[in-house]
């Protein structure tokens, strides 16, 4: 059992981070957010593929003010990705975003600063400080020699120092690296010193593979630590695998389930018949399911039957067809046509609680 490091909670919109929540899968749209149609396409696109918080890049003045209409149109909390122009938070505020992202540093002086905490604290509004490796302060490269886990963590804990002196501590802090030795170290190191809540991501991870690994790589170090209280997979392309490999990453560590896990050997010599086909069928019928369970599909009768005791649901290749198993126990031999439909069936007859979508 992880045990998670405890820190304070926050909410954004009815969605708690920290605390001891369940730790929240987001993305990011890449749609030009002032194509209002496209982005809301993509935002529900997201929340379908279970995002629980997505955010989106607030560019200029006309990004600002089709937030309006986005936000009414959808219903998963969406925050407002700010750089530089105070004026552009403000008017996301007043849009109706659950969150801001800012660097504080970098939206002008004390008092624009002072302006849009100000706004924050009056709509209970959280900030999240975004550290990355790519836009730290020049002081801080000079100290540190680099763009280092320090470096990361000094200009942290200084922005957050700059909105607690302005009695604001709805805050959540990222420390993103484009490789994971360093996201790994930073996040450690401010967790140590700091009991605010962490939004976890390798940042400019890659495409689906190599950004995938790494993610699962450095994410999976820090979560197994018990670090982070939301998690986003940044991926090259469209942004809707991210939510589907963070949600595997959660699911593999027990630190969250939504829907059917489904395991599968990798094959080798004893494959009696192609599984390849049967998994994306299952998938392709069930991938959206709000059941909580566990489906292996195996390839052959030496590891088939101890795993699929093991599971929820059983699916075994045999020479002759497959061997089914449901609960731990042998239920029937069906064709290769009847292996959909026989899950069906089975999922049909699965107990109402394992509805949930969620346990810790």
Known sequence: MIARRRTRQIFVGPVPIGGG???AVQSMTNTDTRDVEATIAQVNALQGAGAEIVRLAVVDAAAAAALKEIVKRTSVPLVADIHFDYRL?????EAGVAMLRINPGNIGSRERTQAVVRACAERR???RIGINTGSLEKRLLEKYGGATPEAMVESALDHVALLEDM???LIKVSLKASDVPRTIAANRLFSARSDIPLHLGITEAGTLLNG???SAVGLGILLHEGIGDTIRVSLTGDPTPEVKVGWEILKSLGLRQRGITITSCPNCGRLEQPIEEV????EAAFGKSELRLHLAVMGCSVNGPGESRQADLGVIAARDGFLLYKQGEYWKKVTRDEVVPSVREALAEWP???HE????
Request: aromatic share 4%; glycine share 0%.
């Open 357 to 360: 979508t969620d346990k810790e």
């Open 352 to 354: 109402a609680a394992n």
């Open 212 to 214: 995938a690994v790494r």
């Open 89 to 93: 938070a403000l008017a996301s505020l």
């Open 21 to 23: 929540a369940p730790i």
């Open 279 to 282: 998994i994306a069928d299952i």
């Open 167 to 169: 009695d604001f501590r």
């Open 125 to 127: 509004v959280p900030i």
